[in-house]
């Protein structure tokens, strides 16, 4: 590779990748110390190294920043479902799916759970992230309805099997939270996934 040329596709996206993640970061430590109100879009960039203008090239407003709304994870995650078997059932695909991201959950555990008690103790963040979670329903919803050949409009079942999924996996993380992190993540998550296969029998 000359001076001159591009770098390559692998590393551009890891520098993406890289910058994402110090303007999450950024923002996180930010509204961590002075509360959401009282960062501005100008704030994160300056702390993270970077230009307004940079900023929005990954996000668009600093609420998308605060709750980690992160495209490229949205699409590993259906990434991981295309890649399931076919004949595979569409539980079962989900649960590895979603079971395939627990890792990265889990090496930014503290990060994670820092981003949730904002939430939760910031009003003014539940409707990006209850959206951030609705931009991922939907977009497994379609692939779901096109693995079945079914209408996603019309028939239940490609919403239905998805919103139990995905309850699925915030139950777990909830949990595994709550509990200071001190179960694997995927052992929260097979539980769940288990006890909706068994037709949440009473304990």
Not at 87 to 102: K, N, S
Not at 171 to 184: E, I, M, N, Y
Not at 185 to 192: K, S, W, Y
Request: glycine share 6%.
């Amino acid at each position: 590779m000359t001076p001159t040329s591009p770098p390559p596709a692998g590393l551009r996206a890891r520098k993406k990748a890289d910058t994402r993640q110090a303007l999450a970061a950024a923002a996180l430590r930010l509204a961590t110390e002075v509360g959401p109100d009282h960062v501005t879009v100008d704030d994160i960039a300056a702390a993270a190294g970077v230009s307004p203008r940079t900023f929005f090239n990954y996000f668009s407003s600093k609420e998308d920043a605060l709750v980690g709304v992160d495209p490229d994870r949205r699409a590993e995650l259906l990434g991981r479902l295309l890649d399931r078997p076919a004949d595979e059932a569409p539980l079962d695909a989900l649960r590895h799916a979603v079971i395939g991201g627990a890792e990265t959950f889990e090496q930014r555990a503290e990060e994670w759970s820092a981003r949730m008690r904002l939430v939760r103790e910031h009003d003014s963040l539940v409707p990006r992230y209850a959206a951030s979670f609705h931009d991922v329903e939907q977009v497994l919803i379609l692939a779901i309805a096109d693995r079945l050949g079914l209408d996603p409009e019309s028939d239940v079942y490609p919403a239905l099997v998805v919103g139990v999924a995905l309850t699925a996996m915030r139950v777990a993380l909830k949990q595994w939270d709550a509990t200071g992190h001190a179960t694997p993540l995927v052992e929260r998550i097979d539980a769940a996934f288990d006890a909706i296969a068994q037709g949440l029998p009473r304990p």
